[in-house]
C-alpha cells in the first residue's frame, strides 16, 4: 500500500487541477484503509522527494490528532519508535518541522512519562557534542513543550538547567532561538519552585537576544515574545533585572538599522513594563532615560521622499501600519498618561514637549503635538485644572502652521483635547469653531486625508457643545447636506455623514428642521448595492442611530419601522462584520424610541447576534491546516470537528500585534461581538416581557464572551450580563408573578457573584471600572432584590474594599509600598467606580445590616479626604460621605447608624466646607446638609456650629453651585427640625439666593422646603411672597423640570392665590409676559 500511496501523494503536489481531484477521490479511498497508519509511516521514512514525506507527516499528524484511540495499540507503539528514528535521519528542515508538529500531538494523547524514549532521545540530543543535534533536538522540545506545557511541568527544573547551557551557545543562534520559544511556552506554568532559576536566566537572555538579532531579526522579532510573557505571567522574575531589560528594549527600539517589526516588539515591551509596574519604573528612576530615547523616534524625520504613514495622502482606510516605531513611541507616553501621576510625569516631560514645539523641523514639532494629544486621555484632570489655556493655544497656533505635517498633528490634538478634556474645552468655543469652520471651507480644494483629520476635530469638538451649537448650526448642516449631495468623494460624503451625527449629539431637537433632507440622503446610500458604498453604508447606520436617539421619539417613531426593516435587509444581503455591527447599534437605538417595531422581528435580531457571537470567523489560529489535507479528513466517519486551536504547525509569515494566547482576532469582527453584546442587553431593557423567552439563550451566549481574549468584548458582555438582570427586574415590577421573581433571583445568584470576581481578577482596568459600573446600576436598579441572597452584601462590599485598599489584580500596588498620595488618574478613578457602589449598597438595605461593611470602608474613604490628596480625591471622598448619609435618611435603621458615625464625619465634612476649591466645598456643604436630615433630633446639638458655618459662607462665597448647595442644606436642616432654626434670619437669606443657579436637582428639596415652611410659618412665607413667586415663575420656565417640583410650586402657587390673592396678584404682574403666562397656566393645572 505504501508505494500505491506514494503515488497518490506525488499527484496531490502536481500544478494539475484534474490530477489532483483524481488523487483526492483515491485518497479518500485509501483513509478507508486500516493499513493506512503503517503505510504513512513508511512514505514519511522512505519516499525520497521531501515535499511527500510532508505531506506523508501532517497527514499522519492530523489522523493521530482525531483518532488516536482507533489506531490498534501496535500501530501506535510502532508509530512512537518509527517516528522519533525517523526524525533523527530526517535532513529536511521542513520535514523536521511537520515531525515535531507529530510528536506534539502524540504527546497530547500519551503524556511525556508514557513515552519515555521521547524523553531520551531530547535528552541525549539536546545536550549533544554536534550542533546540528543540539538545533533539532531543541526545535522537538520546543514544539512538543508549546503543546503541551503541563505535562512536562516536572521536567522545568531540569529544562532550566538546560537552558543556562544553551544560552552560553551563542555561536548556534538555531539552537538560542528554539530555546527561547520553548522558554516562552514555559513561562506561563512556572512556579514558585523555578522563580530563581528563571531570575537566574534574564542576563543570559538579554545576551542571545543581543546575537539573536544579529543573526536573524525576524528570528530575533519572534523570540522577543519571551520579554512580554515573562511581565505578563509572572513579573517578579524579571523585577531585579528591570533596568537592565529596559536598557536593552530602548537600545532595540532606538536602533533604525533594523527591522520596523523588531523595534516595535522592543517598544512594545517598554509600554507593556509601564503598564504592568509604573511605579517601579519611576521608583528606579527608568522615565528619564525611557524618555531621552524614545523622543528621538517621536520626533524622527521619515527617509527622503517618504511620508510617516498618517500622513500619506491617498484615500484608503488602512493607514494602520502597526510595524511603526513611532506609533510604538507615542503609545509609550500615552501608557504613561494613563498608569503614572501627572505631576511626575510632566516634570520629566515637559522640557522634551517644549523643545520640539520650538523646534523649526516640523517632524519634531509634530513630536510635541501627538505627545500634548496623547497625554490628554490619562491626564485629564491635570491639564484641565492647571494646563488647558496654554495647551490649547499652541495647538491653535500650529493650525496655522505652514507646513501641512504640523497642521495635521495640530488636528489630532485639537480631537483629543475635545474628546477627553470636557466640559472645560468647550468654553473655548469662539475661537476655536471659526478655526475649524474655515478648515471645512476648503473642504473641496485639500486632499481627503487632511480633510479627514478637520473633521475628526470638528466632529470631537462639536459633539460636546449642547445648546451651544446653536449659532453655528445653519452653516454646518449647509456644509454638510451640501457634501451630501455634491461631493465627489465617497470619503467626504462618508465624513460628512459621520459629523450629522456628531451634531447630532449636540443639537438633539434643534436639528428638526434639517431632518427631512438628512434621512432622504441616508435612504438612498443605505439601498445603494455596490461594493464601495460599504463603508458609507456603515456609517450613515451610526448616524441613524444617533438621530433615533436624539432628534426626539415624536419626530423618529414613524420611521422606526422602517429603519427595522432596512437594518434586516442589509443583514440578510450582504455579509459584512461593520455593517452587522452598526444594524446591531440601530436596532438598540430603535428599541429605546419604539420597542414595539422591534417585537415582531425579535427571534431574527437575536439570531443574527447570537450567530456573531458564537461565530470564530475572523479568529484566525496561528499558523493553519494545510487547507487540502484538512479535506481529506474531514470526510471520516467521525463527525468530530478539528476545535482545538492547531498554533504548532508549519511556521507562518509573523502574525501583528494583537495577537491575543495563540490567536489573531480581526477588529471588525471584534467590534461586531462588542455591539451584538451591547445592543442584546439595551433590546433585553426596552422590549421587556417580549424579550423573556429569548432571555435564557441570550444570557447563556453573552455570559460565555466574559473570558473573551478581548478586553471591549469582556466589558461589553458584564454590560450585557447587567442589562438582563434589570430587564427581568423590570418584567418582574409590571408582572409580578412567581416564576419572574424566581428568574430574577437565579440571574442575580450568577451575575453578582460573576461580577465580584472579575472586579478580584480582571487584569484591565477599563474592563473593571465597566464591571462595577454596571454592579452599581444593577444594584441600583434591583435594590433590596439584589441582597435576598445574604452572601451578595459581604461580596459586593469586600469587592468594593478589595478596590479601594488597592489589593484586585488590575491596581499595580506590587511590593512597592506607596510612599506618597500621588497616583495615576485612571487609578483614581477606578476608586471612584467602587466608592459611588457604596451609597447604593446603602440605599438598598436595612442599614443596620450594611453597618459592620460601612465601618471598614469609610475609613478608607476618609483617607481620601487629607489635604495632602488631589483635589479629585477630596472631591471624591467628601461627597460620597455626603451620599452615603443621603441614603441613610430613606432606610431603616439610618438614622441610629448616622448618629453613631456623626462624630466621625462631621470633621472631615467641615474641613470640606473650608476647602480651597469650589467643588469640595460643594461637596462637603451637601454632605452635611444630609447629616442634619440622617442623624434627626439627635443631631441638633450641631445646628449652632453647622449655622454659623453656613452663614460665613453665604457672605463670601461666589461659587454658584455652592451658593445652591448651602441654600439646599439649609432646607434639610429646616424640613429635618425647624424649631432649632432661626427662621426670621434664614429663611430670608436663603429666598433672596433663589432661583437656584446651577444645580437644579435641589429644586425639590428648596421648594418641598418652602411649601412645608408656608404651613408651619404662613406670616413669614407671605412677607417674602414676591421673590417666592418670582423664584417659582423662573422655575417653572426652564426646559426639563421636575414633575415633583412642577406639583409642589403649582400647589404652593394655587395656595398664594386662594389665600392671599391681593398680594400674589402684585408679585404676578411685576414679572415678565412669559413668566406670567407660565404661572397661571400652572395654577389653572394643578
Same mark, same amino acid.
Given at each position: 500500500?505504501?508505494?500505491?500511496?506514494?503515488?497518490?501523494?506525488?499527484?496531490?503536489?502536481?500544478?494539475?487541477?484534474?490530477?489532483?481531484?483524481?488523487?483526492?477521490?483515491? &485518497?479518500?479511498?485509501?483513509?478507508?484503509?486500516?493499513?493506512?497508519?503503517?503505510?504513512?509511516?513508511?512514505?514519511?521514512?522512505?519516499?525520497? %522527494?521531501?515535499?511527500?514525506?510532508?505531506?506523508?507527516?501532517?497527514?499522519?499528524?492530523?489522523?493521530?490528532?482525531?483518532?488516536?484511540?482507533?489506531?490498534?495499540?501496535?500501530?501506535?507503539?510502532?508509530?512512537?519508535?518509527?517516528?522519533?528514528?525517523?526524525?533523527?535521519?530526517?535532513?529536511?528542515?521542513?520535514?523536521?518541522?511537520?515531525?515535531? /508538529?507529530?510528536?506534539?500531538?502524540?504527546?497530547?494523547?500519551?503524556?511525556?512519562?508514557?513515552?519515555?524514549?521521547?524523553?531520551?532521545?531530547?535528552?541525549?540530543?539536546?545536550?549533544?557534542?554536534?550542533?546540528?543535534?543540539?538545533?533539532?533536538?531543541?526545535?522537538?522540545?520546543?514544539?512538543?513543550?508549546?503543546?503541551?506545557?503541563?505535562?512536562?511541568?516536572?521536567?522545568?527544573?531540569?529544562?532550566? /538547567?538546560?537552558?543556562?547551557?544553551?544560552?552560553?551557545?551563542?555561536?548556534?543562534?538555531?539552537?538560542?532561538?528554539?530555546?527561547?520559544?520553548?522558554?516562552?511556552?514555559?513561562?506561563?506554568?512556572?512556579?514558585?519552585?523555578?522563580?530563581?532559576?528563571?531570575?537566574?536566566?534574564?542576563?543570559?537572555?538579554?545576551?542571545?537576544?543581543?546575537?539573536?538579532?544579529?543573526?536573524?531579526?525576524?528570528?530575533?522579532?519572534?523570540?522577543?515574545?519571551?520579554?512580554?510573557?515573562?511581565?505578563?505571567?509572572?513579573?517578579?522574575?524579571?523585577?531585579?533585572?528591570?533596568?537592565?531589560?529596559?536598557?536593552?528594549?530602548?537600545?532595540?527600539?532606538?536602533?533604525?538599522?533594523?527591522? %520596523?517589526?523588531?523595534?516595535?516588539?522592543?517598544?512594545?515591551?517598554?509600554?507593556?513594563?509601564?503598564?504592568?509596574?509604573?511605579?517601579?519604573?519611576?521608583?528606579?528612576?527608568?522615565?528619564?532615560?525611557?524618555?531621552?530615547?524614545?523622543?528621538?523616534?517621536?520626533?524622527?524625520?521619515?527617509?527622503?521622499?517618504?511620508?510617516?504613514?498618517?500622513?500619506?495622502?491617498?484615500?484608503?482606510?488602512?493607514?494602520?501600519?502597526?510595524?511603526?516605531?513611532?506609533?510604538?513611541?507615542?503609545?509609550?507616553?500615552?501608557?504613561?498618561?494613563?498608569?503614572?501621576?501627572?505631576?511626575?510625569?510632566?516634570?520629566?516631560?515637559?522640557?522634551?514637549?517644549?523643545?520640539?514645539?520650538?523646534?523649526?523641523?516640523?517632524?519634531?514639532?509634530?513630536?510635541?503635538?501627538?505627545?500634548?494629544?496623547?497625554?490628554?486621555?490619562?491626564?485629564?484632570?491635570?491639564?484641565?485644572?492647571?494646563? #488647558?489655556?496654554?495647551?490649547?493655544?499652541?495647538?491653535?497656533?500650529?493650525?496655522?502652521?505652514?507646513?501641512?505635517?504640523?497642521?495635521?498633528?495640530?488636528?489630532?490634538?485639537?480631537?483629543?483635547?475635545?474628546?477627553?478634556?470636557?466640559?472645560?474645552?468647550?468654553?473655548?468655543?469662539?475661537?476655536?469653531?471659526?478655526?475649524?469652520?474655515?478648515?471645512?471651507?476648503?473642504?473641496?480644494?485639500?486632499?481627503?486625508?487632511?480633510?479627514?483629520?478637520?473633521?475628526?476635530?470638528?466632529?470631537?469638538?462639536?459633539?460636546? #457643545?449642547?445648546?451651544?451649537?446653536?449659532?453655528?448650526?445653519?452653516?454646518?448642516?449647509?456644509?454638510?447636506?451640501?457634501?451630501?449631495?455634491?461631493?465627489?468623494?465617497?470619503?467626504?460624503?462618508?465624513?460628512?455623514?459621520?459629523?450629522?451625527?456628531?451634531?447630532?449629539?449636540?443639537?438633539?431637537?434643534?436639528?428638526?428642521?434639517?431632518?427631512?433632507?438628512?434621512?432622504?440622503?441616508?435612504?438612498?446610500?443605505?439601498?445603494?448595492?455596490?461594493?464601495?458604498?460599504?463603508?458609507?453604508?456603515?456609517?450613515?447606520?451610526?448616524?441613524?442611530?444617533?438621530?433615533?436617539?436624539?432628534?426626539? %421619539?415624536?419626530?423618529?417613531?414613524?420611521?422606526?419601522?422602517?429603519?427595522?426593516?432596512?437594518?434586516?435587509?442589509?443583514?440578510?444581503?450582504?455579509?459584512?462584520?461593520?455593517?452587522?455591527?452598526?444594524?446591531?447599534?440601530?436596532?438598540?437605538?430603535?428599541?429605546? +424610541?419604539?420597542?414595539?417595531?422591534?417585537?415582531?422581528?425579535?427571534?431574527?435580531?437575536?439570531?443574527?447576534?447570537?450567530?456573531?457571537?458564537?461565530?470564530?470567523?475572523?479568529?484566525?489560529?496561528?499558523?493553519?491546516?494545510?487547507?487540502?489535507?484538512?479535506?481529506?479528513?474531514?470526510?471520516?466517519?467521525?463527525?468530530?470537528?478539528?476545535?482545538?486551536?492547531?498554533?504548532?504547525?508549519?511556521?507562518?509569515?509573523?502574525?501583528?500585534?494583537?495577537?491575543?494566547?495563540?490567536?489573531?482576532?480581526?477588529?471588525?469582527?471584534?467590534?461586531?461581538?462588542?455591539?451584538?453584546?451591547?445592543?442584546?442587553?439595551?433590546?433585553?431593557?426596552?422590549?421587556?416581557?417580549?424579550?423573556?423567552?429569548?432571555?435564557?439563550?441570550?444570557?447563556?451566549?453573552?455570559?460565555?464572551?466574559?473570558?473573551?481574549?478581548?478586553?471591549? +468584548?469582556?466589558?461589553?458582555?458584564?454590560?450585557?450580563?447587567? /442589562?438582563?438582570?434589570?430587564?427581568?427586574?423590570?418584567?418582574?415590577?409590571?408582572?409580578?408573578?412567581?416564576?419572574?421573581?424566581?428568574?430574577?433571583?437565579?440571574?442575580?445568584?450568577?451575575?453578582?457573584?460573576?461580577?465580584?470576581?472579575?472586579?478580584?481578577?480582571?487584569?484591565?482596568?477599563?474592563?473593571?471600572?465597566?464591571?462595577?459600573?454596571?454592579?452599581?446600576?444593577?444594584?441600583?436598579?434591583?435594590?433590596?432584590?439584589?441582597?435576598?441572597?445574604?452572601?451578595?452584601?459581604?461580596?459586593?462590599?469586600?469587592?468594593?474594599?478589595? +478596590?479601594?485598599?488597592?489589593?484586585?489584580?488590575?491596581?499595580?500596588?506590587?511590593?512597592? @509600598?506607596?510612599?506618597?498620595?500621588?497616583?495615576?488618574?485612571?487609578?483614581?478613578?477606578?476608586?471612584?467606580?467602587?466608592?459611588?457602589?457604596?451609597?447604593?449598597?446603602?440605599?438598598?438595605?436595612?442599614?443596620?445590616?450594611?453597618?459592620?461593611?460601612?465601618?471598614?470602608? #469609610?475609613?478608607? &474613604?476618609?483617607?481620601? @479626604?487629607?489635604?495632602?490628596?488631589?483635589?479629585?480625591?477630596?472631591?471624591?471622598?467628601?461627597?460620597?460621605?455626603?451620599?452615603?448619609?443621603?441614603?441613610?435618611?430613606?432606610?431603616?435603621?439610618?438614622?441610629?447608624?448616622?448618629?453613631?458615625?456623626?462624630?466621625?464625619?462631621?470633621?472631615?465634612?467641615?474641613?470640606?466646607?473650608?476647602?480651597?476649591?469650589?467643588?469640595?466645598?460643594?461637596?462637603?456643604?451637601?454632605?452635611?446638609?444630609?447629616?442634619?436630615?440622617?442623624?434627626?433630633?439627635?443631631?441638633?446639638?450641631?445646628?449652632?456650629?453647622?449655622?454659623?458655618?453656613?452663614?460665613?459662607?453665604?457672605?463670601?462665597?461666589?461659587?454658584?453651585?455652592?451658593?445652591?448647595?448651602?441654600?439646599?442644606?439649609?432646607?434639610?436642616?429646616?424640613?429635618?427640625?425647624?424649631?432649632?432654626?432661626?427662621?426670621? /434670619?434664614?429663611?430670608?437669606?436663603?429666598?433672596?439666593?433663589?432661583?437656584?443657579?446651577?444645580?437644579?436637582?435641589? %429644586?425639590?428639596?428648596?421648594?418641598?422646603?418652602?411649601?412645608?415652611?408656608?404651613?408651619?410659618?404662613?406670616?413669614?412665607?407671605?412677607?417674602?411672597?414676591?421673590?417666592?413667586?418670582?423664584?417659582?415663575?423662573?422655575?417653572?420656565?426652564?426646559?426639563?423640570?421636575?414633575?415633583?417640583?412642577?406639583?409642589?410650586?403649582?400647589? &404652593?402657587?394655587?395656595?398664594?392665590?386662594?389665600?392671599?390673592?391681593?398680594?400674589?396678584?402684585?408679585?404676578?404682574?411685576?414679572?415678565?409676559?412669559?413668566?406670567?403666562?407660565?404661572?397661571?397656566?400652572?395654577?389653572?393645572?394643578?
Amino acid at each position: 500500500m505504501a508505494e500505491e500511496l506514494e503515488n497518490i501523494l506525488s499527484q496531490l503536489i502536481q500544478p494539475d487541477t484534474a490530477v489532483i481531484q483524481q488523487a483526492t477521490v483515491r &485518497l479518500k479511498q485509501a483513509f478507508k484503509d486500516p493499513a493506512i497508519i503503517p503505510a504513512l509511516c513508511a512514505v514519511m521514512s522512505g519516499s525520497q %522527494n521531501p515535499q511527500i514525506r510532508q505531506s506523508a507527516s501532517v497527514m499522519l499528524r492530523l489522523r493521530v490528532k482525531k483518532h488516536w484511540k482507533k489506531i490498534s495499540p501496535e500501530d501506535r507503539e510502532s508509530l512512537k519508535a518509527g517516528v522519533l528514528q525517523v526524525f533523527m535521519q530526517e535532513t529536511e528542515h521542513t520535514v523536521q518541522h511537520s515531525l515535531s /508538529q507529530l510528536c506534539a500531538v502524540m504527546v497530547k494523547h500519551e503524556t511525556p512519562d508514557r513515552w519515555p524514549a521521547l524523553l531520551q532521545l531530547l535528552n541525549e540530543s539536546t545536550k549533544s557534542s554536534n550542533p546540528h543535534d543540539r538545533q533539532v533536538g531543541l526545535l522537538l522540545l520546543d514544539k512538543v513543550l508549546e503543546s503541551n506545557p503541563e505535562p512536562f511541568q516536572p521536567h522545568y527544573i531540569q529544562l532550566l /538547567q538546560l537552558f543556562h547551557t544553551v544560552l552560553q551557545d551563542l555561536n548556534n543562534p538555531t539552537a538560542l532561538y528554539y530555546c527561547i520559544l520553548t522558554l516562552t511556552a514555559m513561562t506561563a506554568y512556572t512556579g514558585t519552585k523555578e522563580i530563581n532559576q528563571m531570575r537566574s536566566l534574564i542576563p543570559s537572555l538579554i545576551v542571545a537576544l543581543r546575537h539573536l538579532i544579529k543573526a536573524d531579526q525576524n528570528q530575533a522579532s519572534k523570540a522577543m515574545e519571551v520579554l512580554n510573557e515573562l511581565m505578563e505571567s509572572e513579573v517578579s522574575i524579571i523585577v531585579p533585572h528591570v533596568a537592565e531589560i529596559v536598557g536593552f528594549c530602548l537600545e532595540v527600539g532606538s536602533a533604525a538599522t533594523l527591522t %520596523n517589526s523588531l523595534r516595535v516588539k522592543a517598544l512594545s515591551c517598554i509600554a507593556l513594563l509601564i503598564k504592568m509596574k509604573s511605579k517601579m519604573v519611576l521608583k528606579q528612576k527608568l522615565l528619564s532615560p525611557i524618555l531621552l530615547a524614545i523622543f528621538p523616534v517621536l520626533c524622527a524625520a521619515p527617509p527622503p521622499g517618504e511620508h510617516d504613514p498618517e500622513d500619506e495622502e491617498d484615500d484608503s482606510e488602512d493607514d494602520t501600519d502597526n510595524d511603526n516605531p513611532k506609533r510604538c513611541a507615542a503609545q509609550i507616553i500615552d501608557t504613561m498618561a494613563l498608569h503614572m501621576p501627572p505631576e511626575k510625569l510632566f516634570e520629566q516631560l515637559m522640557p522634551f514637549i517644549q523643545a520640539a514645539l520650538t523646534s523649526e523641523n516640523p517632524y519634531e514639532k509634530k513630536g510635541g503635538l501627538m505627545c500634548l494629544a496623547v497625554l490628554a486621555e490619562g491626564c485629564a484632570d491635570h491639564i484641565r485644572t492647571k494646563m #488647558l489655556s496654554s495647551m490649547l493655544q499652541t495647538v491653535c497656533q500650529s493650525l496655522s502652521d505652514t507646513n501641512q505635517v504640523v497642521r495635521s498633528a495640530s488636528l489630532f490634538a485639537l480631537g483629543q483635547f475635545s474628546e477627553h478634556l470636557q466640559p472645560e474645552v468647550s468654553k473655548y468655543c469662539e475661537e476655536l469653531m471659526p478655526l475649524l469652520l474655515g478648515y471645512l471651507s476648503s473642504l473641496n480644494q485639500a486632499k481627503v486625508g487632511h480633510v479627514t483629520k478637520a473633521f475628526y476635530a470638528l466632529e470631537n469638538f462639536m459633539e460636546n #457643545l449642547g445648546d451651544g451649537i446653536e449659532p453655528y448650526l445653519p452653516t454646518l448642516m449647509d456644509t454638510m447636506l451640501s457634501a451630501l449631495n455634491n461631493a465627489e468623494s465617497l470619503k467626504i460624503k462618508e465624513l460628512a455623514v459621520s459629523s450629522i451625527g456628531a451634531i447630532a449629539n449636540a443639537a438633539k431637537e434643534l436639528l428638526v428642521p434639517y431632518f427631512t433632507p438628512v434621512i432622504e440622503s441616508l435612504k438612498s446610500f443605505l439601498t445603494a448595492t455596490t461594493e464601495e458604498m460599504r463603508s458609507l453604508q456603515a456609517q450613515s447606520l451610526d448616524t441613524l442611530s444617533v438621530l433615533a436617539r436624539t432628534i426626539g %421619539n415624536d419626530v423618529f417613531r414613524p420611521l422606526a419601522a422602517e429603519c427595522v426593516q432596512l437594518g434586516l435587509n442589509l443583514t440578510d444581503t450582504i455579509d459584512d462584520p461593520e455593517l452587522r455591527r452598526c444594524t446591531y447599534s440601530l436596532f438598540s437605538a430603535v428599541a429605546t +424610541v419604539s420597542p414595539d417595531c422591534l417585537t415582531p422581528h425579535l427571534t431574527a435580531i437575536t439570531t443574527i447576534m447570537l450567530l456573531a457571537l458564537k461565530s470564530t470567523e475572523g479568529i484566525t489560529a496561528h499558523g493553519e491546516e494545510d487547507k487540502t489535507f484538512v479535506l481529506l479528513d474531514d470526510d471520516d466517519d467521525d463527525d468530530e470537528e478539528v476545535k482545538d486551536a492547531d498554533h504548532f504547525l508549519e511556521d507562518e509569515p509573523e502574525v501583528d500585534v494583537h495577537d491575543v494566547a495563540g490567536f489573531t482576532v480581526e477588529n471588525s469582527f471584534i467590534d461586531e461581538k462588542e455591539n451584538a453584546c451591547d445592543a442584546l442587553g439595551q433590546i433585553a431593557y426596552s422590549t421587556g416581557a417580549a424579550f423573556q423567552c429569548f432571555l435564557e439563550s441570550s444570557f447563556q451566549q453573552v455570559y460565555e464572551m466574559r473570558d473573551f481574549p478581548h478586553e471591549d +468584548v469582556r466589558r461589553a458582555a458584564f454590560g450585557a450580563m447587567g /442589562q438582563f438582570c434589570r430587564a427581568q427586574h423590570r418584567v418582574w415590577e409590571s408582572i409580578p408573578t412567581e416564576e419572574n421573581h424566581l428568574v430574577l433571583l437565579k440571574l442575580l445568584d450568577v451575575v453578582l457573584p460573576c461580577f465580584v470576581e472579575a472586579v478580584r481578577t480582571e487584569t484591565e482596568r477599563q474592563v473593571v471600572m465597566g464591571v462595577l459600573d454596571t454592579m452599581n446600576n444593577v444594584i441600583k436598579s434591583c435594590k433590596e432584590e439584589a441582597f435576598k441572597n445574604p452572601e451578595h452584601l459581604k461580596a459586593v462590599s469586600h469587592a468594593i474594599r478589595d +478596590v479601594l485598599k488597592k489589593k484586585t489584580v488590575c491596581q499595580d500596588s506590587g511590593d512597592e @509600598a506607596d510612599d506618597d498620595d500621588q497616583q495615576a488618574e485612571y487609578d483614581a478613578m477606578l476608586l471612584e467606580y467602587a466608592g459611588e457602589g457604596i451609597p447604593i449598597v446603602a440605599s438598598s438595605v436595612p442599614a443596620g445590616s450594611f453597618a459592620p461593611f460601612l465601618n471598614d470602608l #469609610l475609613p478608607l &474613604l476618609m483617607s481620601k @479626604a487629607k489635604s495632602t490628596c488631589s483635589v479629585a480625591e477630596r472631591s471624591f471622598s467628601v461627597g460620597t460621605i455626603g451620599e452615603i448619609l443621603q441614603a441613610l435618611v430613606s432606610v431603616s435603621g439610618g438614622q441610629v447608624v448616622a448618629n453613631k458615625l456623626s462624630n466621625r464625619l462631621l470633621p472631615v465634612l467641615v474641613a470640606g466646607v473650608r476647602d480651597s476649591d469650589p467643588e469640595v466645598r460643594n461637596n462637603g456643604v451637601f454632605g452635611l446638609g444630609c447629616l442634619a436630615q440622617a442623624t434627626g433630633p439627635n443631631g441638633i446639638s450641631d445646628y449652632p456650629m453647622m449655622l454659623s458655618v453656613f452663614s460665613n459662607m453665604l457672605t463670601k462665597e461666589s461659587d454658584l453651585r455652592v451658593i445652591d448647595n448651602l441654600c439646599a442644606a439649609l432646607c434639610r436642616m429646616i424640613m429635618t427640625n425647624v424649631d432649632a432654626v432661626p427662621l426670621e /434670619q434664614v429663611v430670608p437669606a436663603l429666598v433672596a439666593r433663589l432661583p437656584l443657579k446651577e444645580d437644579f436637582e435641589e %429644586n425639590k428639596t428648596v421648594y418641598s422646603c418652602l411649601a412645608l415652611l408656608y404651613t408651619h410659618s404662613p406670616a413669614l412665607i407671605v412677607t417674602l411672597m414676591k421673590p417666592i413667586v418670582a423664584a417659582s415663575s423662573h422655575v417653572l420656565c426652564t426646559k426639563d423640570i421636575n414633575e415633583d417640583v412642577q406639583h409642589t410650586l403649582a400647589m &404652593l402657587m394655587k395656595e398664594f392665590s386662594r389665600h392671599h390673592s391681593a398680594d400674589f396678584q402684585a408679585a404676578v404682574t411685576s414679572l415678565p409676559g412669559e413668566q406670567q403666562a407660565k404661572l397661571s397656566a400652572a395654577v389653572s393645572a394643578s
